[in-house]
């Protein structure tokens, strides 16, 4: 299939299925018709199914460090959603939670303080936080990272951008109500020693308190993607999914396929 529409503003897209679509259409004849959608800097065809990329690479430049941080209140589905971004798009996923959890469990120097800090809801010191985070960065072999649940409180922030010199390319904000997301901590039935209601109840004031603010200060910079995480999962998916391609990647060639053979 072959849609033309005037060279203004060209944009060029292969879809990976049984057979190549190339799409050659100017934005503004397409998207004005209604059926067509701007997509990864693309048009696409709005009633197509969703597409997914195959790699990372295929969207995002491998030759610098792409950082997404991951905040939004506990519980509101930042774990869940970085598992499906890292099967679509080849990510590293760093959860800070269970990085602290790993070294607590590990019984190193450090795992009482990140044991007592946990079981308040508190945030613990930076200097352990970025340690973890630093080395499995390196381990990782990868240069494109999604830090979930990080930078919690000021300290954090300034820590992460002074040691690491790293700035994030986006920040995606979770929103969603705290009665949702207290019903889904009590039904997440992971075992966790924190998701008991005393400790959700402090995390919750942390969260407020502490890292409210960092998500405005992400906002003044531009940097803040929000969205609406009270919907079902794949809803929410399929939002950040075309927030991811269209931030990342702009009127250039992408080789994508289709959602039903990635499973092959
Ligand atoms: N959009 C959603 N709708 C309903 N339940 C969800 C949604 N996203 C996640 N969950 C469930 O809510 C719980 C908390 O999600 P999780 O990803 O662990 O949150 P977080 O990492 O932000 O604390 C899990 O049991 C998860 O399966
Ligand atoms: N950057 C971070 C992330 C988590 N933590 C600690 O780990 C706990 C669990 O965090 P988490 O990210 O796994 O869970 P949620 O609170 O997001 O559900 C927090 O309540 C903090 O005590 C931290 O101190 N610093």
Redesign the pocket.
Known sequence: MEVKGSHEDKSVVSFHSKDFINLQCSRRDLTAAGRYQYFMGTIIDAAEPLVMVKDANEIFSDNKITCIF?L????????????KIVEHFGFTHL?T?DLLKAEMESNSENGTTIRNMRKEGKIVPSEVTIKLLQRAMQESGNNKFLI??FPRNEENRAAFENIMNIQPDFVFF?K?SEE??K???L????GRDDDNIDTILKRFKVYEESTLPIIEYYRSKGKICEID????????FEVIYRQLVERMREGTDVEVCRKEEKAV
Do not use: H, L, Y
């Open positions: 991951v939004g209140g506990p519980g509101s589905g930042k774990g869940t959603q970085c598992e959860s939670g979930d649940g979770f969603c949702e997301r019903r889904r901590i039904n997440r039935n992971q995480a009270e919907r079902p999962v794949e809803e929410v």
